[in-house]
């Protein structure tokens, strides 16, 4: 059936808000596109003037095609060539949604999504829809057909979850750039030790090439594996240079929220390393290199002013 302009305005209103629910949900931005175009289409179908709440008659549709995809993608993700890691995205893309509370910009943190991970599909929605977007444990049982009490229940199980796999505590941005460029400073210095101490005893890197870049199978794990890697990695070499395809530019930026480092050739965004950052050191590091997962930051980095690198590479 034809759908009007109002509707179709209705529908773009909601837009920004939807994008943001599904790319929490599922840690894709691509993805995430499509479940809301999905529920676009679902919309254009549907007999709207029979729709009471247009919001709530949209976040259920789209939670619920969130929910299909996310058990499809774990059964992908089983044969995913190495580490799986979300698609991160830059300071400014209105797809990280609000970040008006301390909740809302700790749900769309690179560390959290990551920790999703973890969580079954009906977890992961209440999580969402509760911390990032404030909705009601009864709003919450409607969208997924639940009772109030099991809402509750699983959201304080999705909580506890989360909260055992988080570092222990957060530090302010000024002192996360410092440590930021304090790191680049000793990863380049050519010598372990510098690194070591910046981080905490049980730090990990982790990698997401998808199988098109190389990146180890196994996360690195412990202060001393972590900063030999990380020596190796900023090392240049004439192999680095012809795998990048030139000279690479460092950047110091922010991605999910947290520092990061964006590596750049010739404009083409070609990782965006988020670096997880407590009061005792740098606890993570989780590098994505894989060029399907970086295409959103290229457009976006394209469009914005970044400044001069930090340090040229490879």
């Known amino acids: 059936m034809a759908i009007s302009m109002s509707d179709v305005d209705r529908f773009e209103a909601s837009r920004p808000r939807l994008e943001a629910i599904a790319y929490r949900m599922l840690g894709s931005a691509s993805e995430a596109e499509d479940a809301v175009q999905e529920t676009f289409l679902r919309w254009q179908a549907a007999d709207t003037g029979c729709i009471e709440v247009p919001e709530a008659w949209l976040t259920k549709v789209l939670t619920n095609l969130c929910l299909t995809q996310l058990a499809s993608a774990r059964a992908r993700r089983e044969t995913y060539v190495g580490q799986w890691l979300p698609e991160p995205l830059l300071a400014g893309d209105p797809m990280l949604g609000p970040a008006d509370t301390a ?8 560390a959290v999504l990551t920790l999703l991970e973890r969580l079954s599909p009906n977890e992961r929605a209440v999580y969402v829809l509760r911390e990032a977007f404030a909705y009601s444990h009864r709003e919450i049982a409607e969208i997924l057909d639940i009772t ?19 570092a222990r505590s957060e530090v302010d941005r000024a002192a996360a750039r410092r440590i930021v460029e304090e790191f680049l400073a000793a990863a380049t210095s050519g010598r ?41 990695l900023f090392k240049p070499s004439k192999a680095k240079r012809a795998l990048v395809g030139g000279t690479a530019e460092v950047f110091a930026a922010t991605a999910n929220g947290e520092p990061a480092l964006v590596v750049v050739v010739d404009g083409r965004v ?17 590098n994505q290199v894989n060029p399907d997962k970086l295409e959103r930051a290229t457009r976006l980095w394209a469009a914005a002013d970044h400044g001069e690198p930090l340090l040229r590479v490879f």
């Open 103 to 110: 909740e809302q910009r700790e749900s769309v943190s690179y």
């Open 270 to 286: 070609i990782g965006v390393m988020c670096l997880e950052i407590t009061a005792e050191g740098i606890a993570a590091f989780r």
């Open 148 to 166: 109030e009490a099991a809402s509750q229940q699983i959201f304080h199980r999705a909580k506890r979850h989360v909260a055992d796999g988080r």
């Open 192 to 232: 372990t030790e510098p690194l070591v101490r910046l981080l905490t005893e049980d730090a990990v890197a982790i990698g997401d090439g998808g199988g098109k870049v190389p990146a180890r199978a196994k996360a690195f794990e412990g202060a001393r594996a972590v900063a030999t890697f990380m020596r190796g």
